[in-house]
């Protein structure tokens, strides 16, 4: 018996597809469509939810998924879920090389969930191979077939909605990767949030080349789909990467009203799209565009608007929206039937006593909306107390949909959730109840809405010949108009003959060649310029405010305390030092 | 059929047009470092030598390429595959 308010994933789809309309399309890169509405979905599911306990999977454990976007991720999605296990969506291999680093990043999530098996395809399979050789304790590769054998249904006992129903990885990293537990409960609030808040606009047809495995393409797309038994048109994220106008194609072929991407792909469509493409394109029916996932740009969205207003883009189509992994996803939404807002403010009270004070010259920033029903938001100082309108804190957030923590990392979980608030780690102002982002406080890159850590990229650049060993820092921010985040990274040379611009490309190949990320920029500074704690641990958002400030200069010759310290091995040359002798 | 050098050229152009790509690349060039391929960029050359060669690569395929002269070898192997 289907009851009549899901209160699980698995009830979830059994409602939607009892309902009898829509479904999922998969538009390919030669924009060919292949249908599979929502009781197909379920079947297959049900049968892969056969073939999976069959092989093994017990009800509880968390079972990795590798598959690209297509019906046999749903298979593989759906089928943990109805075998009672919890499906944990990881990246797929990148194409061309560095697997070695896929490879670590890989058996890294895989060991911060405990996961035992590992559901892929037969291309794919063959590569994660030594993946998952690599795996301790051992890792089943499973390769479901397509569609999946229909078995008998298992029994099992179906999970409660407090129970665990997926985890999602904040960051791809092989530091310490941030497996993000999320109930039935959470992502069911969460999924309801959304669609209570833009169901008469959104209609019944969101288009997304999300992956799925981002926070954004599965909850933030298909699960609304799904609870109104929707149409929701998918495309492969590197068929949008290869061709971003097959993303406005498809919204116009199939009168997509909801589409939501990070800002790196407004900026991509604007660089890479010719009118010659969008031959015919309506865009009149999208109604909603939210942008989201990473820093947001006024210069971006309002060169959005006038480039595609042609094509019968409204002006408040474009949402700026903020949320995070461990709340589900979205906090707040900007409104949806008026154009985004933003405005200046003075950039030194910003950044030196944390008060947003009007600025008709000053730095843009964009309201990145209202904090959605159910959800609080409170700006905190230094002490932990709730800051007043206007002034700069971090931002912490309660509401029906947060984690239930990082999965088996409990000082993680009690870092970051106090009695019952998240702590996000972003800066941030409100102003009559619009949220402002500000900046951030924790050390996190965001590269195309993708979060990293940064010691991937410092350590990448480990003995480089000519370069202080651990006397780096990465850093990311979005400098003001620009479409994208800017990547850089502070090194500090050794005294010899390689010219600043040598170790820079150095270091620009080794991070290239290690972590896949193309760095904008490589600052080569003399020995102690970077700012360190008391215990030389460095300050990587000192060293960007100082920089952005146009102060990050070497000490002076004289000053002795800053000469003794550039002195001083940073902690992990002496960990190296102890370690080799 | 295409000669290793010819295929090399096309690939040259295919940079050119679709990378930005200036200069000349040789079969030693590597892909990561000399060619600044990020996961976006790879993606990008990726389908457009499928597209240019009318050949189908699967990320099997591309296990262990490391330089400009590994994908020579991949795209002759493949064009030779079907003729």
């Not at chain 1, 010659?276 to 060169?303: C, F, K, Q, T, Y």
């Not at chain 1, 921010?477 to 050794?494: D, Q």
């Amino acid at each position: 018996m289907i009851s009549p308010v899901a209160s699980t994933l698995g009830e979830l789809l059994a409602s939607g597809a009892q309902v009898g309309t829509g479904g999922l399309r998969f538009v390919d890169r030669r924009e060919r469509a292949r249908f599979v509405s929502w009781s197909q979905v379920e079947r297959r599911a049900a049968a892969a939810a056969g073939a999976l306990r069959s092989q093994g999977v017990e009800p509880g454990e968390c079972v990795a998924i590798v598959l690209r976007t297509s019906p046999r991720f749903f298979d593989a999605f759906f089928g943990t879920l109805l075998a009672g296990a919890v499906p944990v969506p990881l990246y797929p291999p990148v194409r061309l090389g560095r697997l070695a680093e896929y490879h670590q990043v890989t058996a890294a999530m895989l060991a911060a969930v405990r996961a035992r098996r590992l559901v892929s395809e037969p291309t794919v399979a063959r590569l994660l191979g030594d993946t998952v050789d690599a795996c301790d304790p051992h890792v089943d590769l499973i390769v479901l077939e397509d569609p999946p054998r229909v078995l008998s249904k298992p029994t099992i006992r179906s999970p409660r909605s407090d129970d665990l129903a997926l985890v999602q990885f904040s960051s791809g990293t092989t530091v310490e990767p941030k497996p993000v537990a999320l109930s039935h409960r959470a992502i069911l609030a969460q999924v309801r949030t959304l669609n209570d808040h833009w169901r008469d606009l959104a209609g019944a047809s969101g288009v997304s080349w999300l992956p799925l495995y981002h926070d954004m393409g599965l909850i933030g797309c298909v699960f609304p789909a799904l609870e109104l038994a929707a149409e929701l048109t998918l495309i492969a994220p590197e068929t949008f990467i290869h061709r971003p106008a097959i993303w406005l194609r498809t919204l116009s072929r199939y009168r997509g009203t909801v589409s939501p991407a990070p800002n790196f792909a407004y900026g991509l469509c604007l660089e890479k799209i010719r009118d010659d493409e969008l031959e015919g394109v309506d865009l009149s029916p999208w109604r909603i565009a939210l942008n989201g996932a990473e820093p947001v740009s006024a210069e971006v969205m309002r060169r959005f608007n006038r480039r595609f207003a042609g094509w019968g883009l409204a002006p408040e189509v474009l949402a700026p929206v903020y949320g995070l992994s461990e709340a589900s996803l979205a906090v707040t939404f900007s409104d949806l039937e008026t154009p985004f807002t933003s405005a200046r403010f003075d950039r030194r009270e910003l950044a030196m006593s944390g008060r947003a004070v009007a600025d008709s010259d000053g730095r843009e920033l964009v309201s990145v909306g209202k904090a959605l029903p159910g959800f609080e938001i409170e700006i905190r100082g230094g002490h932990g107390g709730a800051l007043t309108d206007r002034c700069v804190g971090r931002v912490w957030v309660r509401g029906p949909s947060l984690m239930d923590g990082y999965l088996n990392r409990p000082r993680a979980t009690a870092e970051a959730l106090v009695d019952g608030w998240l702590d996000t780690g972003d800066r941030a102002f409100l102003d009559r109840g619009e949220l402002y982002l500000v900046g951030r406080d924790k050390d996190i890159l965001i590269v195309r809405g993708r979060n990293h850590a940064p010691e991937e990229i410092e350590r990448a650049i480990d003995g480089v010949e000519g370069i202080r060993t651990g006397c780096a820092a990465a850093v990311s921010y979005r400098p003001e108009g620009a479409a994208a985040e800017a990547l850089l990274l502070f090194v500090e040379r050794r005294p010899g003959r390689r010219s600043r611009s040598e170790l820079a490309a150095t270091c620009h190949g080794e991070v290239l060649a290690r972590t896949g990320l193309a760095l904008d920029h490589v600052e080569v500074l003399s020995p102690g310029t970077l700012p360190r704690t008391s215990s030389g641990k460095i300050r990587r958002r000192e060293a960007l405010a100082r920089y952005r400030a146009g102060e990050l200069e070497p000490p002076r010759r004289f000053h002795l305390g800053h000469y003794l310290l550039s002195m001083i091995p940073s902690r992990r040359q002496r960990h190296r030092r102890r370690t080799a002798s | 059929m295409s000669t290793r050098a010819e295929i090399l050229r096309q690939i040259e152009a295919l940079a050119a047009a679709k990378l930005d790509w200036r200069g000349e690349l040789s079969e030693s060039s590597r892909l990561a470092e000399d060619l600044a391929l990020d996961s976006l960029r790879a993606m990008s050359l990726i389908i457009e030598i499928e597209n240019h060669f009318r050949i189908s690569l699967e990320p099997t395929d591309e296990e262990g390429v490391e330089t400009v002269g590994d994908l020579v070898s991949i795209v002759a192997q493949l064009k030779s595959g079907e003729g």
